[in-house]
């Protein structure tokens, strides 16, 4: 049974949105530079709420999900710990 974390994030014009599982990690700092690295680029409707359901496959896992501006900056950005 895969385990789920649901994130509700504004995304506005010009942003884009990346995600990650992975085995421990944090979020990135926001208005720092972003790597994209390991990260995943999420579909998204510009002006919405991105409602993203992040899956893994452990209870040790970390779902990231990071919110990057038109500059490459982190916007905004929420690690939390899957769990079943």
């Given at each position: 049974?895969?385990?789920?974390?649901?994130?509700?994030?504004?995304?506005?014009?010009?942003e884009?949105?990346?995600?990650?599982?992975?085995?421990?990690?944090?979020?990135?700092?926001?208005?720092?530079?972003?790597?994209?690295?390991?990260?995943?680029?999420?579909?998204?409707?510009?002006?919405?709420?991105?409602?993203?359901?992040?899956?893994?496959?452990?209870?040790?896992?970390?779902?990231?999900?990071?919110?990057?501006?038109?500059?490459?900056?982190?916007?905004?950005?929420?690690?939390?710990?899957?769990?079943?």
């Amino acid at each position: 049974m895969p385990l789920t974390v649901a994130t509700g994030i504004d995304v506005y014009c010009d942003e884009k949105v990346y995600y990650k599982v992975a085995a421990t990690g944090t979020a990135p700092t926001i208005g720092t530079s972003f790597t994209t690295t390991g990260y995943t680029e999420a579909t998204t409707a510009p002006g919405k709420a991105l409602n993203l359901e992040v899956t893994g496959t452990s209870t040790n896992v970390t779902a990231i999900v990071v919110v990057v501006d038109s500059n490459g900056k982190v916007r905004d950005a929420k690690a939390q710990t899957l769990t079943a």
